[in-house]
């Protein structure tokens, strides 16, 4: 691709990224008036409409948060499996609050005495009330169906013909998966719904239970509570099925979480919970900020020193890298959930600032050499990201390695600075590869 068409593609990326840095800022644009009257109306338009769309989601240590001590109930438990349930207990909660949208949570099983309890900090969430519920709660899925004197009974009764459903032993152990959808029919089957997903046992079951309640409803019920009656049209096979309902997006992404959560092991209850907080907060943040911006300043004057006017690009390279990098923290590329950032993943940004200029210099020295050996500025320029590569790619395999490394075996702020570390030496590949290398030949031609 030529440097000019890839140029224009930088170009792009780095509005886009500007777009996405931008904070929130408190002006109003002035009123323009023409003989007298407003241009734009009475409305006033600020500037916080369009800029500050992509705030930068904080960790528990910058921001506060909630903390829950929850209580293990072991009495039905064998004591030799005691230790395992807690695990289990404690994988289960972790689920919950990943679902639920909570990053950087720290889910820690202790023992305290012969006691077990999970301790739960949930960053960003000042009333955790709603949060402690499904983090608490054990989601039990069960379908049922309706005996054949419904109606006589609920008339008899008052009682609503639902409440008469008998199990018909489908449950949430046979469900494989639960996500959110829209629906895109009539009326009655538009808005949000949950699709549902059987295993193999649980979908033969669900096809000889549809089978037999054809045109009859199935009452869906979660921990007792109806949740949806929908009618069977048809036998359904293959273990696939949507939930309906008078479902708003927030309690179809509720009840899918809780699905996919599963059961708690064991029972438990909320000892605690209180509000915790910023144990770093603003401040903290400020000198963080101050420390980066001066690193970026040295790097920035030592290249420019050092390397004249190859220097000044592969700052420009960098100035460029932070703008992505920040980008992808706040907004995640739309792919995956954006960055929240504690004071460890600041430092791995920090950090990967000066490992960003590494593959810059590498090239810059191979070019020296190859201009030394009597090459021109355009074989020096191709040579020196050829010869340069392996080095290059080599380091930064190695730096992913160990981010890797950190990432998945470590807990809260360990992963923070190694996803942080991780997406700084992606970019820092891109910018030194892509972007300076198009510049350089903008420049020598």
Do not use: C, H
């Not at 012969?114 to 069960?142: C, F, M, N």
């Not at 101050?290 to 420009?316: E, F, N, R, T």
């Amino acid at each position: 691709m030529k440097p000019r068409r890839i140029l224009w593609f930088i170009i792009i990326l780095v509005v886009f990224s500007i777009f996405a840095d931008l904070p929130k800022v408190s002006f109003e644009l002035p009123t323009l008036k023409i003989n007298g009257s407003n241009f734009f109306g009475d409305k006033k338009i600020n500037l916080n409409q369009f800029v500050g769309v992509f705030p930068l989601k904080l960790g528990l240590d910058l921001q506060g948060g909630t903390q829950l001590v929850l209580q293990t109930q072991m009495e039905k438990i064998a004591a030799g499996d005691r230790d395992k349930a807690l695990e289990s207990a404690r994988e289960v909660i972790e689920r919950r609050v990943n679902l639920f949208g909570v990053s950087e949570s720290v889910v820690q099983a202790s023992k305290i005495g012969g006691e077990r309890r999970i301790l739960v900090d949930l960053p960003g969430i000042k009333d955790a009330s709603e949060a402690a519920l499904l983090v608490g709660r054990t989601a039990q899925l069960d379908f049922r169906e309706l005996p054949a004197t419904e109606s006589a009974e609920a008339t008899k009764s008052g009682i609503p013909a639902i409440y008469f459903a008998k199990p018909t032993g489908l449950t949430g152990a046979d469900l494989k998966r639960a996500q959110v959808t829209f629906g895109s029919g009539g009326a009655k089957q538009a808005g949000p719904q949950v699709s549902v997903e059987f295993n193999e046992a649980g979908a033969k079951k669900f096809a000889e239970i549809t089978k037999r309640n054809v045109g009859r409803q199935l009452p869906i019920f979660l921990d007792d509570t109806p949740v949806s009656a929908p009618v069977v049209q048809q036998e359904i096979a293959g273990g696939n099925a949507v939930i309906s309902g008078q479902f708003t997006t927030d309690e179809a992404k509720k009840l899918a979480i809780q699905l996919n959560a599963g059961a708690l092991p064991v029972p438990i209850k909320i000892i605690e919970q209180r509000s915790i907080g910023a144990s770093l907060g603003q401040e903290s943040i400020n000198k963080s900020l101050v420390a980066g911006s001066l690193g970026l300043l040295v790097v920035i004057i030592y290249m420019a020193l050092y390397y004249g006017v190859w220097g000044i690009i592969a700052d420009l390279a960098l100035i460029i890298y932070s703008l992505f990098v920040l980008a992808i923290f706040k907004t995640g590329l739309f792919i995956l959930p954006p960055v929240t950032l504690t004071l460890a993943g600041i430092a791995g940004f920090v950090l990967s600032i000066g490992m960003a200029v590494d593959a810059n210099i590498l090239v810059f020295e191979r070019m020296k050499e190859e201009r030394r050996w009597g090459k021109s500025a355009v074989q020096a320029l191709d040579l020196g990201f050829k010869r340069a590569w392996t080095s290059i790619k080599d380091s930064n395999i190695s730096s992913l390695i160990t981010a890797s490394i950190l990432y998945f075996l470590g807990t809260g702020s360990v992963k923070g600075f190694a996803l942080t570390l991780a997406i700084g030496v992606l970019v820092s590949m891109f910018t030194a590869l892509v972007v300076t290398k198009t510049f350089l030949k903008l420049l020598i031609k």
